[in-house]
Structure formats: C-alpha cells, structure tokens
C-alpha cells in the first residue's frame, strides 16, 4: 500500500512555471509506476504524465509534450512534475496517481488528494 501527497500548486500566470510534487509513504513506493492526472472544472479528469518504478519509461499526454517533465527520486520517495510555459487551459487541480505499470496507469490504484494549479491570462 501507499499513500500520496501532492503539493506546489498555486496561482501563476500564463508563461510561468510550477513544480509540483508528490509525496509517498509506504516501502513499496519503488515498485509502482506513478502518474500526474488533472481535472478542470466541468470535465472528465485526464491523463497528464506517467513515469516507470525505474524511471526508465516516460509517457505524455499530447497536450504537455515539450512542456512538463516527469521525474522520480526513489530514495526520497518523490516524484515531480515540472510545468513550464503554463497556460490557462492547465487550469484544473492535478493528482498523483499509483500504477502496476505505465500501460496500466488509469487502472485500479491509489490516488492523492490533489493540488490546484491556475493559470491566469
């Protein structure tokens, strides 16, 4: 089991950046493929990032490619996701998400509570 906590959301404006982070606790932190999911208001929550227990394997939604970086620090039990050139349609609180596998991201898994991220005009 594990348990995760999101954190560096805020108010920015389009062009800027942010670095969220997701916190783990529990041994088995290593083992599990992490994603970054968000949800705006209104819509269904999507798919933003995934990175393997290895960091090995990377996945990106289209609409993030060449701006958001995923990343994992195993020893600190962290993974990140680094947000550059932010636009307003970022808008949407972001999760963090745990997973057998990239391939098997948006199955069964544990989930954070959320952080707000928005992007002013």
């Known amino acids: 089991q594990v348990q995760l906590v999101e954190s560096g959301g805020g108010l920015v404006q389009a062009g800027d950046s942010l670095r969220l982070s997701c916190a783990a606790s529990g041994r088995t932190f290593s083992a599990y493929a992490i994603g970054w999911f968000r949800q705006a208001p209104g819509k269904e929550r999507e798919f933003v990032a995934a990175i393997s227990w290895s960091g090995g394997r990377i996945d990106y939604a289209d609409s993030v490619k060449g701006r958001f970086s995923i990343s994992r620090d195993n020893g600190k039990r962290a993974v990140y996701l680094q947000m550059n050139s932010l636009k307003p349609e970022d808008t949407a609180v972001y999760y963090c998400?745990?997973?057998?596998?990239?391939?098997?991201?948006?199955?069964?898994?544990?989930w954070g509570q959320g952080t707000q991220v928005t992007v002013s005009s």
């Open positions: 998400k745990s997973g057998i596998s990239i391939a098997t991201i948006n199955a069964t898994g544990y």
